[in-house]
C-alpha cells in the first residue's frame, strides 16, 4: 500500500541515521541484565529496555513491509506475511535450539538429577516459546514453586517477545490489506495507532490489575508485558511526527534528555525493585526512559547519549546481544548449582561473563550469521566453498540440536514418567527392605531390613506427591469459597452410615493422605478433603511469622473464615488437621501451635465438631533429596550423618501441646525422628521430597500409627490394621 507523500514512512530517514545508537542501547540493555544478574542478582530493567526496541523495530519493519505491499489480492499480503515470520524465525530460531541443545548437555553433566526433568520440560516449552506460561504454571502450583532455579528461565522474556513476533505481522499486515480495501489512499499511521494504543491501554490495565492480585504471575504474563512491546511500537509509528518535534527542540534539549534517559536505563536496577514490581507502574522508568532515549536520538547530536551508543564497543556488543542473553543465564546458573554457591564474588563473576562472551561470540558466528541468509539460495548464489560448509554447516548443527532437544527432552520426560508410575502403588510396604516409618516403631521389623535402594529414588523424589493433589476442587494460592473434594467413599455402604473424617488444611494436611486414604479403605470411612495449599487452617500464623496472603477479603484469612463454616454446616463425624509450624528461623527454633489455629478450632468445637490436631512433621531449611543425592555413594549411614539434624533443633521438648475440649492431640514425632536425632531415610525409604514435606512414599508408611491412633480417640475400632487385599 503506497504511504502518503505527506506522510513519510517510519521506516525511512532518521530511523537509518541512528540505527547504531540503537543497537549500542541494545546491546547496553543486556549487558546490564547480564551485569546485574551475576553480581546484585537482581533485575535491572534491562528486558524491559530490550521488548520496548523489539516492538520498536518489528513495528518499523512490518509497516515498511506493509507499505511495499501494492497487489490487492490478500495472497499478496499473505506471502508477506509468510515472509516476515520467516525472516523472524531465522533471526531468532537457531541460536535458541543450539543454546537449549548446549544447556540440556552441560546440565546432564553438572546439575543435580533432581533437575534434568524439569529443565527437559523447560527446554521444550522454551523451544516452542511458551517458557513464560510454563513458569505462571509453576507459580500457581505451589509445590513446584519451590524448585531450584532453572538455567532456561530466562527463555520467559524471548517467549513473550516470541508470541507477539507472531501476532503482530499477521495483526498488523492483515489490518493494512483491509484498510487498503476500505480506503486506497489514507495514511494507515493514525488507524494503526488507534488500533495498537488500545491494545497497549488494554494490556497496561489488565497489568495494573494483577500486579495487585498476584505480581509474581504478572511478571511472566504476555498479556501483562504485551504493553512494553507495543509503546515501542506506537513510537515507531509516530517516529515521523516526533523527529520534527526533536528538531524543533534544538540539539541542547535533546542531549540532557537523552543523557538523563540514559543514566535513568543505568541506575534503574538500583533503585528499583524490578522483581517485586514490575510490569506494574514503575516499569515505565526504563520504558519511558528507551522511548526519551529514541526520541532524543532521532536526529544525530554532537555530543549526547546517542553518540556514546553510537562508539564500535556498543555497538559491537548490540551486535552479540542476543548470544550473550541466550548464554549468560544457564551459564550463571550450572555454574552456581555445581559450585553449591548462591552468588558470586567478582573471580567467579568475571569467569561467568567471560564464559558467556565467548559463547555468543562463537553463536553469533557460526549459527546466527549464517542462518540469516536463506540456505537453497545462498548455496545456489556465487560464492566461495568455504562459505557455503559454513552455511551447511550451521543449517546441519541446527537440525542436530533441534533432534537433541526435542527427541532427547521428551524421551527423558517418558521415561521420568515411567519411573514414577512405579511408585504409585498403594502397598504400605514395597518390600521387606523397604518399611519406612515401621522401622522407627516395630524394632523387630527393624531388625530385618537389608541393604536396597533407597524408595523414591532421588530423581523421583520431587514428584512422590500425594496424586490426590491433581483435583481441581484442591485449592492452590487463590482461596475463593472452599470446595470439599471426596477422597474416599465407602463402596456398596449408604453415605449416611458411614463415619466422615475431614481433612482439613494446607499442602502438610494434605501429604497425610497416602496413610489416612489406607486407613479409610480399611475401615469403611468416608473422607473429604478442603486441601488449600499454600493456606493453612487458621490464615495468618502468627505475630512475627509471614503468612500467603493477610487480604481480608480474597485471602486465606477469609477463606479459612469460609471453611469454618463450611465445616459446621457439614457436621463431619471427625476433622484432622495438622496442628504446629516450625519455629523461627526454620531447622533451629523447634515447633509450635499458632495462636491462629487456636481461634479457629475454638470456633469450632463450639459448634459440635470433634478435632484430631496431628503434630507436623519437622520442617528443614536444607533441600533434602539434593543433600542425600551428595553423599549416597558413601551409604545410608552417611546420608543421615550428613543430612539429618539433632532433635532438639526442630522438634520442641516437652512437646506443644493444647487443653480444648472437643480436640484430641496426636504426635507422629517419633516416626520421623529417633530420640537424639532426626535421620532423613528410614527403613530404606526418603522421608523428604523437598525441605519440609515428607514424600508419599513414606508417608504411606504412617497408616499404622495413625489407624491406632484414630482408633483410640474415637473408639471407632481396635486391633491393627486390616491386612491389605
Known amino acids: 500500500m503506497p504511504v502518503s507523500p505527506a506522510a513519510p514512512s517510519p521506516g525511512d530517514g532518521s530511523v537509518r541515521r541512528h540505527r547504531h545508537d540503537l543497537d549500542g542501547l541494545r546491546g547496553l540493555a543486556i549487558l546490564l541484565v547480564a551485569l546485574y544478574h551475576v553480581f546484585a542478582g537482581r533485575v535491572s530493567g534491562g528486558v524491559d529496555v530490550f521488548l520496548t526496541l523489539s516492538g520498536f523495530f518489528l513495528v518499523l519493519s512490518v509497516t515498511s513491509r506493509g507499505a511495499r505491499v501494492t497487489d490487492p489480492r490478500f495472497r499478496a499480503t499473505a506471502r508477506s506475511i509468510g515472509s516476515a515470520l520467516l525472516r523472524i524465525g531465522r533471526r531468532l530460531l537457531p541460536a535458541a535450539v543450539v543454546t537449549l541443545a548446549g544447556v540440556l548437555v552441560a546440565g546432564r553433566l553438572f546439575l543435580p538429577k533432581q533437575q534434568w526433568e524439569e529443565a527437559a520440560r523447560q527446554a521444550l516449552a522454551s523451544l516452542f516459546y511458551v517458557e513464560n506460561w510454563h513458569l505462571i504454571a509453576n507459580e500457581t502450583d505451589y509445590e513446584a514453586a519451590g524448585l531450584a532455579v532453572s538455567p532456561m528461565q530466562h527463555f520467559w522474556s524471548l517467549s513473550v517477545q516470541g508470541q507477539f513476533f507472531l501476532v503482530i505481522p499477521v495483526l498488523v499486515l492483515t489490518f493494512l490489506w483491509i484498510l487498503r480495501r476500505i480506503r486506497p489512499t489514507a495514511d494507515p499511521r493514525v488507524p494503526l495507532l488507534v488500533l495498537l494504543g488500545s491494545m497497549a491501554a488494554a494490556s497496561f490495565g489488565f497489568a495494573l490489575v494483577l500486579v495487585e492480585q498476584a505480581q509474581q504471575v504478572a511478571y511472566y504474563h504476555t498479556l501483562a508485558r504485551g504493553w512494553e512491546i507495543l509503546a515501542g511500537g506506537l513510537l515507531a509509528l509516530c517516529l515521523p511526527w516526533l523527529t520534527r518535534a526533536a528538531v524543533a527542540v534544538g540539539e541542547t534539549i535533546r542531549v540532557v534528555v537523552g543523557l538523563l534517559a540514559l543514566l535513568a536505563i543505568v541506575t534503574c536496577g538500583f533503585l528499583i525493585d524490578g522483581g517485586s514490581l514490575f510490569p506494574g507502574w514503575m516499569t515505565w522508568w526504563p520504558v519511558g526512559a528507551t522511548l526519551l532515549l529514541i526520541w532524543a536520538g532521532s536526529e544525530p547530536t554532537r555530543f549526547g547519549a546517542d553518540r556514546l551508543l553510537a562508539?564500535?564497543?556498543?555497538?559491537?556488543?548490540?551486535?552479540?546481544?542476543?548470544?550473550?542473553?541466550?548464554?549468560?543465564?544457564?551459564?550463571?546458573?550450572?555454574?552456581?548449582?555445581?559450585?553449591?554457591?548462591?552468588?558470586?564474588?567478582?573471580?567467579?563473576?568475571?569467569?561467568?561473563?567471560?564464559?558467556?562472551?565467548?559463547?555468543?561470540?562463537?553463536?553469533?558466528?557460526?549459527?546466527?550469521?549464517?542462518?540469516?541468509?536463506?540456505?537453497?539460495?545462498?548455496?545456489?548464489?556465487?560464492?566461495?566453498?568455504?562459505?557455503?560448509?559454513?552455511?551447511?554447516?550451521?543449517?546441519?548443527?541446527?537440525?542436530?540440536?533441534?533432534?537433541?532437544?526435542?527427541?532427547?527432552?521428551?524421551?527423558?520426560?517418558?521415561?521420568?514418567?515411567?519411573?514414577?508410575?512405579?511408585?504409585?502403588?498403594?502397598?504400605?510396604?514395597?518390600?521387606?527392605?523397604?518399611?519406612?516409618?515401621?522401622?522407627?516403631?516395630?524394632?523387630?521389623?527393624?531388625?530385618?531390613?537389608?541393604?536396597?535402594?533407597?524408595?523414591?529414588?532421588?530423581?523421583?523424589?520431587?514428584?512422590?506427591?500425594?496424586?490426590?493433589?491433581?483435583?481441581?476442587?484442591?485449592?492452590?494460592?487463590?482461596?475463593?469459597?472452599?470446595?470439599?473434594?471426596?477422597?474416599?467413599?465407602?463402596?456398596?455402604?449408604?453415605?449416611?452410615?458411614?463415619?466422615?473424617?475431614?481433612?482439613?488444611?494446607?499442602?502438610?494436611?494434605?501429604?497425610?493422605?497416602?496413610?489416612?486414604?489406607?486407613?479409610?479403605?480399611?475401615?469403611?470411612?468416608?473422607?473429604?478433603?478442603?486441601?488449600?495449599?499454600?493456606?493453612?487452617?487458621?490464615?495468618?500464623?502468627?505475630?512475627?511469622?509471614?503468612?500467603?496472603?493477610?487480604?481480608?477479603?480474597?485471602?486465606?484469612?477469609?477463606?479459612?473464615?469460609?471453611?469454618?463454616?463450611?465445616?459446621?454446616?457439614?457436621?463431619?463425624?471427625?476433622?484432622?488437621?495438622?496442628?504446629?509450624?516450625?519455629?523461627?528461623?526454620?531447622?533451629?527454633?523447634?515447633?509450635?501451635?499458632?495462636?491462629?489455629?487456636?481461634?479457629?478450632?475454638?470456633?469450632?468445637?463450639?459448634?459440635?465438631?470433634?478435632?484430631?490436631?496431628?503434630?507436623?512433621?519437622?520442617?528443614?531449611?536444607?533441600?533434602?533429596?539434593?543433600?542425600?543425592?551428595?553423599?549416597?555413594?558413601?551409604?545410608?549411614?552417611?546420608?543421615?550423618?550428613?543430612?539429618?539434624?539433632?532433635?532438639?533443633?526442630?522438634?520442641?521438648?516437652p512437646a506443644p501441646t493444647i487443653d480444648l475440649p472437643g480436640s484430641h492431640w496426636i504426635d507422629l514425632s517419633d516416626l520421623y525422628c529417633r530420640k537424639d536425632y532426626c535421620n532423613v531415610v528410614e527403613g530404606n525409604m526418603l522421608i523428604y521430597r523437598d525441605r519440609h514435606h515428607v514424600t508419599a512414599t513414606y508417608a504411606r508408611t504412617l497408616a499404622p500409627e495413625i489407624d491406632r491412633q484414630l482408633g483410640n480417640v474415637t473408639g471407632w475400632w481396635s486391633g491393627p490394621l486390616p491386612a491389605e487385599g
Open 311 to 653: 562508539t564500535r564497543p556498543a555497538r559491537w556488543l548490540g551486535d552479540h546481544a542476543y548470544s550473550l542473553y541466550l548464554w549468560h543465564w544457564p551459564v550463571l546458573i550450572i555454574y552456581l548449582e555445581y559450585r553449591g554457591q548462591q552468588g558470586l564474588a567478582w573471580p567467579g563473576g568475571s569467569a561467568v561473563l567471560a564464559t558467556s562472551l565467548i559463547l555468543a561470540v562463537v553463536t553469533k558466528r557460526l549459527i546466527e550469521d549464517p542462518m540469516r541468509e536463506p540456505f537453497i539460495r545462498s548455496l545456489r548464489a556465487p560464492s566461495s566453498r568455504t562459505h557455503r560448509l559454513r552455511i551447511s554447516a550451521a543449517v546441519v548443527a541446527c537440525l542436530s540440536a533441534s533432534v537433541l532437544t526435542v527427541g532427547g527432552a521428551q524421551a527423558y520426560i517418558a521415561d521420568v514418567e515411567r519411573m514414577q508410575g512405579l511408585l504409585t502403588s498403594t502397598e504400605l510396604y514395597p518390600s521387606p527392605d523397604h518399611i519406612g516409618a515401621l522401622a522407627l516403631s516395630d524394632a523387630l521389623a527393624a531388625g530385618h531390613i537389608g541393604e536396597a535402594p533407597i524408595l523414591p529414588p532421588t530423581l523421583l523424589a520431587r514428584g512422590d506427591r500425594p496424586p490426590q493433589q491433581k483435583e481441581a476442587c484442591v485449592a492452590r494460592k487463590s482461596f475463593d469459597v472452599p470446595t470439599p473434594c471426596v477422597f474416599h467413599e465407602e463402596p456398596g455402604a449408604p453415605r449416611v452410615r458411614a463415619p466422615v473424617i475431614a481433612l482439613v488444611g494446607g499442602s502438610h494436611a494434605s501429604q497425610l493422605l497416602p496413610a489416612i486414604r489406607h486407613v479409610a479403605e480399611a475401615r469403611g470411612v468416608t473422607v473429604v478433603g478442603y486441601i488449600s495449599l499454600g493456606c493453612p487452617w487458621g490464615g495468618k500464623w502468627a505475630p512475627g511469622e509471614t503468612g500467603y496472603e493477610v487480604d481480608e477479603e480474597r485471602g486465606c484469612v477469609r477463606y479459612s473464615e469460609l471453611l469454618t463454616q463450611q465445616l459446621l454446616d457439614l457436621q463431619p463425624d471427625l476433622v484432622i488437621t495438622t496442628a504446629t509450624r516450625p519455629g523461627q528461623p526454620i531447622g533451629s527454633g523447634g515447633d509450635r501451635v499458632p495462636s491462629s489455629y487456636l481461634s479457629v478450632w475454638e470456633q469450632a468445637v463450639a459448634g459440635g465438631l470433634e478435632l484430631v490436631l496431628i503434630r507436623d512433621n519437622p520442617w528443614r531449611s536444607e533441600d533434602i533429596p539434593l543433600c542425600v543425592e551428595r553423599h549416597l555413594d558413601g551409604g545410608v549411614a552417611l546420608v543421615n550423618r550428613e543430612c539429618g539434624v539433632e532433635r532438639s533443633l526442630v522438634l520442641t521438648d
